[in-house]
């Protein structure tokens, strides 16, 4: 069982929304699986964004694995599809 809370990636989450939402965009928590992946979903602007790739990488997940050592990996859907490959 994995020992990320919810809580844990939403208080990252929240500190990342704000410039998502002043582009049009914003990430959901879709699941934290027993194995440590945290899995998103880039809504709005985001979805279908070329730069939600690099949004996720250089902003999201940076923070996600600075702020909660126990992440093995972070993957990242928009509309039902995968965005890049982490």
Excluded: H, W, Y
């Excluded at 049009?24 to 809504?43: A, R, S």
Aim: hydrophobic share 45%; glycine share 12%.
């Amino acid at each position: 069982m994995s020992n990320i809370s919810v809580e844990a990636v939403q208080e990252v989450l929240d500190e990342i929304r704000p410039a998502l939402q002043a582009d049009g965009g914003n990430v959901e928590l879709l699941e934290i699986t027993e194995d440590g992946i945290v899995k998103l979903d880039m809504v709005g602007a985001c979805a279908g964004c070329p730069m939600a790739t690099l949004t996720l990488r250089a902003g999201i997940e940076r923070l996600l694995f600075e702020r909660i050592p126990d992440i093995v990996g972070v993957e990242a859907f928009s509309g039902g599809q995968p965005v890049g490959d982490l």
